[in-house]
């Protein structure tokens, strides 16, 4: 599993979750990064957020589609953005996107249902349901609630989340 993402507090949050439910977790800092180390952790899952420095998560993606030797591995983008702001379709690279602020829970459904895929040897996408049918997210695949989100620079939204929020670290 590798988890990139710009914001250490995120990055940290997911590799924590997803660690305590018994996945091995590596981090990058940003896309450049991911393809720096991609081929040497051979991870079956990553989780991208979209707006990185360097090169962005949806960039990042496509590479790693033009790539035999990445193609297979299942893609999630973990972002503040919508599906729609970002333009996310089935052809874009990405498996399944999840919105920010998000439920811990929805966090590790979605990376199991990756994984489990990627570990039957199927091409991506292949059997790996669209996010709406997992349980607990809204129809239009998004996930909210959890954890205080980041908005992107002059959009002019904050981050924040439900009564169930979860804080970030420190």
Same mark, same amino acid.
């Given at each position: 599993?590798?988890?990139?993402?710009?914001?250490?507090? @995120?990055?940290?949050?997911?590799?924590?979750?997803?660690?305590?439910? *018994?996945?091995?977790?590596?981090?990058?800092? =940003?896309? +450049?990064?991911?393809?720096?180390? %991609?081929?040497? @952790?051979?991870?079956?899952?990553?989780?991208? =957020?979209?707006? &990185?420095?360097?090169? =962005?998560?949806?960039?990042?993606?496509?590479?790693?589609? +033009?790539?035999?030797?990445?193609?297979?591995?299942?893609?999630? @983008? %973990?972002?503040?953005?919508?599906?729609?702001?970002?333009?996310?379709?089935? #052809? #874009? *690279?990405? =498996?399944?996107?999840?919105?920010?602020?998000?439920?811990?829970?929805?966090?590790?459904? &979605? %990376?199991?249902?990756?994984?489990?895929?990627?570990?039957?040897? +199927?091409? #991506?996408?292949?059997?790996?349901?669209?996010?709406?049918?997992?349980?607990?997210?809204?129809?239009?695949? &998004?996930?909210?609630?959890?954890?205080?989100?980041? *908005?992107?620079?002059?959009?002019?939204?904050? *981050?924040?989340?439900?009564? #169930?929020? %979860?804080?970030?670290?420190?």
């Amino acid at each position: 599993m590798l988890v990139v993402d710009d914001n250490k507090v @995120i990055r940290q949050l997911i590799k924590v979750n997803l660690e305590l439910e *018994g996945f091995e977790v590596v981090t990058a800092d =940003d896309g +450049a990064e991911c393809l720096e180390i %991609v081929h040497r @952790i051979r991870p079956d899952v990553i989780t991208l =957020d979209v707006v &990185m420095p360097r090169l =962005d998560g949806l960039r990042t993606a496509e590479r790693l589609r +033009a790539d035999p030797r990445t193609r297979h591995i299942r893609v999630a @983008i %973990v972002s503040a953005c919508t599906r729609a702001e970002i333009g996310v379709e089935r #052809s #874009s *690279g990405v =498996d399944a996107v999840l919105a920010k602020p998000f439920e811990p829970a929805a966090l590790v459904r &979605m %990376v199991r249902r990756l994984a489990r895929g990627a570990q039957r040897g +199927a091409p #991506s996408l292949a059997g790996v349901p669209e996010l709406s049918e997992l349980p607990g997210l809204s129809e239009d695949g &998004m996930a909210g609630g959890g954890m205080a989100g980041d *908005g992107l620079p002059g959009d002019g939204r904050q *981050g924040g989340g439900s009564g #169930s929020a %979860v804080r970030p670290l420190g």
